[in-house]
C-alpha cells in the first residue's frame, strides 16, 4: 500500500555495510553482523559510565584478538589512559578478564552474577520454552529483543537449527530503531500519538532498495501489520531476507519484546502463513500464562 501523496521526509545515505549479512555455504544458511563495530551513540547521561557500557558492548561482539586496549581506545574513540582505567575498573569488580600473554581483554563470567536475577525472570523462561518449540515445530531461526530506551532493539536471545539455518548475531547486538520488521511489530499497536511522535525524529535509511522511506509508506505497511496480526519485512532490512516479527506485551501493556523469525525469502514466502500462524498462537500463551494486557485492537 502506498500513499498516493507520500511525505517527503530527508533521507540518511545508506552506510557502507548493512547491518545484517545473509550467507550461504551450500548447507545452511548464516546471518551475520555487517556492520565492524558494535557501538551505539552515547546517551550523553553520565559520560564515564557511558563509556563503560560502550567497552562492555564492544568486547561482547568482537573476536579475542581484536580486544586490545588499542583497538577498543581506536574504536570507541576514548584516550588510551581512560579506557586503561576503565578496563581495570572493570576488570576489579569481576566484569573482565585480561590474558597477559595476548594483551587483550574479554568478558568474565562475574558479570553474570551482577545480573544474576535478569537469568531467572519467569516471563523470559515461559518466552524461551514457547519459542524452543516454534524452533522444533518449524525448523527456522527467531531471535528475542527487547525495545531500549534509545529506541534500539536489544539481542537478547536467539534459537535456531544450525542444520540449517544459524543466526550468527552476538547477544548485545542492536538493531536500529527502523529495523523493518521489529520496527513494525512496536509500533502497529501503540496508540496513533506515540506513532506520530516516533516519526517525529525518524531519518530513512536506505538499507536495500526494498526499503520504505516515506512516512506514509511505513504507516500503510503497519496498518496492514494490525489487518493481518502479524509485522512483515520483505528483504527491506537485509537482502534476500524475509522477515515475520510479533511484539510480546507485559502487564502494564506496552511491549516488553519482540520475537522475530527469519529466513531466505523463497523458504519464508512459501511458509508464511504456517509460520505466522505458529507464532500467533505461541504469543496468545505467553500472554495467557504471564497475565499481559493487550491492546483492544491486537488480533487473539
Not at 2 to 8: I, L, Y
Not at 172 to 181: I, K, N, T, V
Not at 187 to 204: C, G, I, M, R, S
Not at 208 to 228: H, I
Given at each position: ?14 552506510s557502507s555495510q548493512a547491518p545484517e549479512k545473509l550467507s550461504h555455504d551450500g548447507t545452511h544458511w548464516t546471518v551475520t553482523s555487517g556492520v565492524g563495530e558494535g557501538g551505539k551513540p552515547g546517551l550523553g547521561l553520565v ?254
Open positions: 500500500m502506498k500513499s498516493p501523496r507520500p511525505t517527503v521526509t530527508p533521507m540518511q545515505e545508506p559520560p564515564a559510565l557511558d563509556k563503560a557500557i560502550a567497552v562492555i558492548e564492544y568486547l561482547n561482539w568482537q573476536p579475542a584478538e581484536e580486544t586490545t586496549l588499542a583497538n577498543i581506545s581506536s574504536a570507541l574513540k576514548i584516550t588510551k589512559s581512560h579506557c586503561h582505567s576503565i578496563l581495570k575498573t572493570l576488570q576489579e569488580h569481576g566484569w573482565l578478564r585480561f590474558d597477559e600473554r595476548a594483551k587483550t581483554y574479554a568478558l568474565h563470567p562475574g558479570l553474570l552474577g551482577s545480573v544474576s536475577k535478569l537469568l531467572s525472570i519467569p516471563m523470559i523462561d515461559i518466552i524461551r520454552t514457547e519459542i524452543a518449540g516454534l524452533v522444533n515445530a518449524i525448523g527456522l531461526p527467531f531471535v528475542l529483543s527487547q525495545p531500549m530506551p534509545d529506541q534500539t532493539f536489544m539481542l537478547i536471545d536467539k534459537f535456531h537449527d544450525p542444520m540449517r539455518m544459524e543466526v550468527s548475531l552476538p547477544i548485545g547486538f542492536r538493531y536500529p530503531r527502523d529495523a523493518s520488521a521489529q520496527m513494525r511489530a512496536y509500533l502497529a499497536w501503540l496508540p496513533e500519538e506515540k506513532v506520530q511522535t516516533w516519526f517525529d525524529d525518524w531519518t530513512p535509511v536506505q538499507y536495500t532498495a526494498a526499503t520504505l522511506t516515506t512516512q506514509d509508506e511505513v504507516v500503510a505497511e503497519l496498518q496492514a501489520s494490525r489487518q493481518r496480526g502479524y509485522a512483515r519485512s520483505r528483504a527491506e532490512f537485509t537482502d534476500g531476507l524475509m522477515a515475520i516479527a510479533l511484539p510480546i506485551f507485559g502487564r502494564s501493556g506496552d511491549v516488553v519484546f519482540i520475537i522475530n523469525c527469519s529466513a531466505p525469502i523463497d523458504v519464508m514466502s512459501a511458509l508464511e502463513v504456517e509460520v505466522s500462524t505458529a507464532m500467533r498462537v505461541a504469543v496468545a500463551e505467553i500472554h495467557q500464562q504471564t497475565l499481559a494486557r493487550l491492546p483492544e485492537n491486537f488480533r487473539r
